[in-house]
């Protein structure tokens, strides 16, 4: 199966049915934290719920469509990430992640999603790396920033989240640019 090590404590997996109901765990314990700023949330009811992502995920991966992983930090999972739909005409995709409130702090999804973007740009291709976040979701943008994906500007009422239209801001990193070089991220 799909493994990507990032470091010594940190592996991005693809994850697998038996992996549903420890997904469904750190999402319904999680609830508060993520729901904010994540829709899918409230659909998550049960572990069968996790079980159809898992198996969506699954079957885009096979199709080349998506990678979507879990995070996992000393061997335990602690959030997950990864591409929606790649456009391969374009060779674009945009990326998603969430972390358990008690794995936020420690650089997890920087290192994550540098790993992925890696990934993305070099083994998969992909010439364009999108993050949209919303305007006032402080510590994805910071995700983004300290990655070095640069800010190309906001989009208005870009989603709706549960009672509000929320503008997003919109980051890019190509493929020419990446690594960025060192000292131009703060980190
Ligand atoms: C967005 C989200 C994943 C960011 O989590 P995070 O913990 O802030 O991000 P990281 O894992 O990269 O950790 C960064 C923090 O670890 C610290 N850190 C420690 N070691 C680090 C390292 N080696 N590299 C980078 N940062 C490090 C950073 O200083 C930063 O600390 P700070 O929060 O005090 O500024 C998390 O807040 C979340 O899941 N939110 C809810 C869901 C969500 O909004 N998803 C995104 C939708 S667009």
Redesign the pocket.
Known sequence: MFRLPVDATLDLVLLEPRHAPMLFALVDANRA??R???PWVDGTLGPADSAQFIAASLEQFARGQAVQVGILSGGVLA?HCGTHAINWHQRRTGL??????D???????????RALATHAFTALGLHRLE????TD?V??R??AE?VGFAYEGTARGAEWLHDRWADHANYAMLAEDWPPKPGTTP?
């Open positions: 934290h993520l904010r700023y994540l959030g998603g992640y969430w972390l358990g409130k794995h936020q702090g420690q650089g997890l999804m920087t290192r994550a999603v993050i949209q976040a919303a979701n510590r994805s910071a995700v300290r980190r």
